[in-house]
């Protein structure tokens, strides 16, 4: 079936350092590509999106790519700090319905 | 305006009972979905109502049963539970199928 990957698993960065997650999808025709932060305990919620017919979006320290061709995006968080610590969760539209398939996430620890 | 609401917040059952988690959310969203988290395995997407009138099987959905009572509220029933079934179960809402999903606080559910 359709899904998504994500890697790594787990990252630990440095305060101030960058982090980057990345995601491959499998279905071409998808569309839709949110990212979600989820911290400890608490329910997802939505930080950056990305649709199909744009390849880069930033929001202050929070970057998304989109390749299309290579069927990946990425996310991109510059600055580091301590509250960034989470699990973050990519995720991408099938292109048929409302399916939305989400990768298995990576745990994010910046160290002060 | 309280968002994306769920009841209850945590549920023990035995093997074999039946249950109905509630979900309602007060955004006037067309689209809503139920998904279950389990631990290194992201969020997956049992069903998914696109618009009031209409529910549709995401990528796990048996075993499981939902109704769109209204546009506010979609209900996810358990009609025999199962050990399997113990999970943390999220509802979510969006305005539309590529939109920013709002999730509620979730529900912990522990069969027995």
């Known amino acids: 079936g359709e899904n998504v990957e994500q890697h790594p698993s787990t990252l630990s960065v440095q305060e101030g350092d960058s982090a980057v997650i990345k995601c491959t999808y499998s279905?071409?025709?998808?569309?839709?590509f949110p990212w979600y932060k989820q911290e400890l305990g608490k329910r997802p919620q939505l930080i950056i999106d990305?649709?199909?017919?744009?390849g880069e979006k930033k929001d202050q320290r929070i970057a998304v790519t989109l390749n299309k061709t290579a069927k990946h995006f990425s996310l991109h968080i510059t600055e580091t700090q301590p509250e960034d610590s989470a699990v973050y969760f990519c995720a991408a539209r099938l292109s048929n319905n409302n399916d939305m398939r989400f990768g298995a996430g990576t745990r994010l620890t910046v160290k002060p | 305006n309280a968002g994306v609401t769920q009841t209850p917040k945590f549920q023990v059952l035995k093997t074999g009972q039946s249950m109905t988690l509630q979900c309602a959310q007060d955004m006037n969203h067309n689209s809503m979905y139920w998904y279950r988290q389990d631990p290194g395995m992201g969020l997956r997407l049992i069903y998914y109502s696109a618009s009031e009138g209409t529910t549709d099987k995401g990528e796990v959905p048996n075993g499981y049963n939902v109704s769109r009572l209204n546009k506010r509220e979609f209900s996810l029933r358990l009609e025999s539970a199962a050990p399997s079934q113990t999970s943390v179960y999220f509802c979510?809402?969006?305005?539309?199928?590529?939109?920013?999903?709002?999730f509620g606080p979730g529900t912990r559910l522990l069969v027995l």
């Open positions: 990305i649709r199909s017919n744009v």
């Open positions: 279905d071409s025709a998808s569309n839709y």
């Open positions: 979510a809402s969006s305005e539309g199928s590529v939109e920013t999903q709002y």
